[in-house]
């Protein structure tokens, strides 16, 4: 079992920053690739960005690349999403979440609960 806790959501200006982190325990942070989701009110989650497991790999959904940059501290057994230039668009509830060994979005292992992120025009 593993337990995912986002933090850093909140409310933030067209054009500003938020640094989302996502905190683990349970089982070996390292054996999962980690990554980010978001949804919005009616629909599906839709696939933010990922990173590998020792942290190398990454990879992003075509709307946040250049904007966003997902990174991982495997001491601390914590991801984040590093969100710049933020557009009313982004406003959703982020989720971080699992995937043994190798990045899927169709192989979820674990879910954090989400963090509310709203952008004001």
């Known amino acids: 079992q593993v337990q995912l806790v986002e933090s850093g959501g909140g409310l933030v200006q067209a054009g500003g920053s938020l640094r989302l982190s996502c905190a683990a325990s349970?089982?070996?942070?390292?054996?999962?690739?980690m990554g980010w989701l978001r949804q919005t009110p009616g629909k599906e989650r839709g696939f933010v960005a990922a990173?590998?497991?020792?942290?190398?790999?990454?990879v992003y959904a075509d709307s946040v690349k250049g904007r966003f940059t997902i990174s991982r501290d495997n001491a601390k057994n914590t991801v984040y999403l590093q969100m710049n230039s933020l557009k009313p668009e982004d406003t959703a509830v982020y989720y971080c979440?699992?995937?043994?060994?190798?990045?899927?979005?169709?192989?979820?292992?674990?879910w954090g609960q989400g963090t509310q992120v709203t952008v004001s025009s």
């Open positions: 979440a699992t995937s043994r060994e190798t990045w899927s979005s169709r192989a979820i292992d674990y």
């Open positions: 349970g089982r070996t942070f390292s054996d999962y690739a």
């Open positions: 990173v590998s497991r020792s942290g190398s790999g990454v």
